[in-house]
Antibody, heavy 117, light 108 residues
């Protein structure tokens, strides 16, 4: 049974870069043909897919965020990461990491990131 | 990009009611649709995939149907634990996805 856990700062200043890490346990991040990705949810709003990385290293991003997003994998630590640059208050959200094929099989518990000075 | 439009955005219903939520895709998605349930403060939970296949452990009062661009989630007899927000998600364009905007099911 896979378990995913997000970690990172809960408060980020406007114009700075949001950085989150997802630690995977119960399985190897490089051993299966699945996607590892990020989904966010602004307070009181719906779900937005941010992007994903395939176990082979290929990345895919939401076109609306593509210019600001980088997702990477550290197989030695069994982790994958999200970087979102030039953040504004609109980027305030709960950020979930996830493991999926076509639909999400495993979710992290989510972490709230607030963008504020 | 494939856009997903859910309706209604919210509804009020009583325990025992039959509830129907609709999701419309901007183009045909060949039953590549999942439904999730989300309760406050929790990650979403997968209910159905392939438009009508029930995830293991999900009660049989949940069902899905549809084809082409139009899909439906039905709860045959609403239970107290079903009050939550429901989202559809297309995976026709995997690995890029879109979610519907959600339907909040509230107690009447």
């Amino acid at each position: 049974q896979l378990q995913l856990q997000e970690s990172g700062p809960g408060l980020v200043k406007p114009s700075e870069t949001l950085s989150l890490t997802c630690t995977v346990s119960g399985g190897s991040i490089s051993s299966s043909s699945y996607y590892w990705g990020w989904i966010r949810q602004p307070p009181g709003k719906g779900l937005e897919w941010i992007g994903s990385i395939y176990y082979s290293g290929s990345t895919y991003y939401n076109p609306s965020l593509k210019s600001r997003v980088t997702i990477s994998v550290d197989t030695s630590k069994n982790q994958f990461s999200l970087k979102l640059s030039s953040v504004t208050a609109a980027d305030t959200a709960v950020y979930y990491c996830a493991n999926y094929g076509d639909y999400v099989d495993y979710w992290g518990q989510g972490t709230l990131v607030t963008v504020s000075s | 990009d494939i856009q997903m439009t859910q309706s209604p955005s919210s509804l009020s219903a009583s325990v025992g009611d039959r509830v129907t939520i609709t999701c419309r895709a901007s183009q045909g998605i060949s039953n590549s649709l999942a439904w999730y349930q989300q309760k406050p403060g929790k990650a979403p939970k997968l209910l159905l995939y392939a438009a009508s296949r029930l995830e293991s452990g999900v009660p049989s009062r949940f069902s899905g149907s549809g084809s082409g661009t139009d899909y439906t989630l039905t709860i045959s007899s609403l239970q107290p634990e079903d009050f939550a927000t429901y989202y559809c998600q297309q995976y026709y364009s995997t690995p890029t996805w879109t979610f519907g905007q959600g339907t909040k099911v509230e107690i009447k």
